[in-house]
């Protein structure tokens, strides 16, 4: 078996059956399985997926104060750009582009480190990461840990039932899921750490981050805009945490082929470019799939990237040193093809290509 079959932990009903067939698991069977893996008391090694979904319910209570307590109009479009567009282009740029796909590289570990924390952290990279991968590999196919063909809660809740890694790997492929994470600034357990806590992440420096990344953001929000400011960007951090759950969902179709000629032109899964995403997070997602290491995604004209924009931006300033751009591959291999099409077919000729 190639190792990104059989590098996440599977849920109990399985990904496929015996005929290779994907399971679709009914709501009750996912949310059994979510809370299970919730469970710390039960089992440690449940630890990331529970912090994870901790993380969201401490910023419950800055959505409500903000709501009752703090609202203004102004504080509301404040917390809309941070949450939908910065911390939406943060983590296309960060989690995406560069954690998964490496579609640039710094220039030094100082501007790695400013990039990973230039928001609030919310999303552990190493759920993120490795299950990304098995996700390009078996695109709405069993295995798929977003599968958009298993519903919305088997998407929704997808990264605690689908996304973390297999608890029981060898000492070699456990090194092999290391590689993956290397790059992201994760201080990695031992082979004896991660049988014992069964991540890649380390637990005291995972949460210590986390405190002190937080802890940071507050004051900084703080000093500019007093509590109300804070609570109000916090609290926007709270509605993307949950929003940003349904998005592999919506951009795989729901389950159905909602593809357009023209405008999707990747055919080999359901992924679709949606103007919401792209316009305020820089994910065209069927682009995406076409050029997964491509560092911009927004290859037709009216297609806005702002994570592109903040990637070009970190070159400029010498913090990103090289990157990829396969716009014009994209163009080459998909825009002059159509068009000499479209050609052909009107004029009953072929194109001779130089």
Known sequence: M?????????????????????????SGQIVREFFSRLNVFKDRKNWLSFMSWLQVACLAPFF????????????????????????????????????????????????MFITRNLSLKIIPEEIYVVSHHVHHAKSDQPGDPYNAYGGFLYCFLADVVHQPIKRDLSEEDYN???????HTGIQPNSYKGYLKWGSIARPGLSVLHWFLNWGFWYLVFYLIGG?????????????????????????????????????????????INQIWPGFVAGEWHNNHHLFPQSARSGFLWYQIDSA??????????GAVSSFNDSKEQFRKQYLLAESEAVFSKATGTSVNKV
């Open 176 to 182: 092999r899921a290391v590689n993956m994470m290397k």
């Open 308 to 317: 592109w924009y903040f990637i070009r931006t970190l070159s400029f300033i």
């Open 64 to 111: 409500f104060l903000f709501i009752f307590k703090y609202f203004s109009w102004g504080l509301l479009v404040a917390a809309f750009f941070y949450s939908m567009v910065f911390m939406g282009t943060h983590g296309t740029v960060w989690h995406h582009r560069y954690c998964t796909h490496g579609a640039y590289t710094f220039r030094n570990k100082f501007w």
């Open 227 to 271: 509590h109300p400011l804070a609570f109000a960007l916090f609290g926007g951090a709270a509605f993307w945490a949950v929003g940003v759950r349904t998005f592999n969902y919506e951009g795989h179709g729901k389950g159905e082929n909602k593809q357009r000629e023209g405008v999707d032109f990747n055919k080999k899964d359901n992924s």
């Open 2 to 26: 190639a190792f990104l079959d059989y590098v996440l932990e599977p849920p109990r009903y399985g990904w496929q059956d015996s005929n290779g067939t994907f399971i679709k698991p009914t």
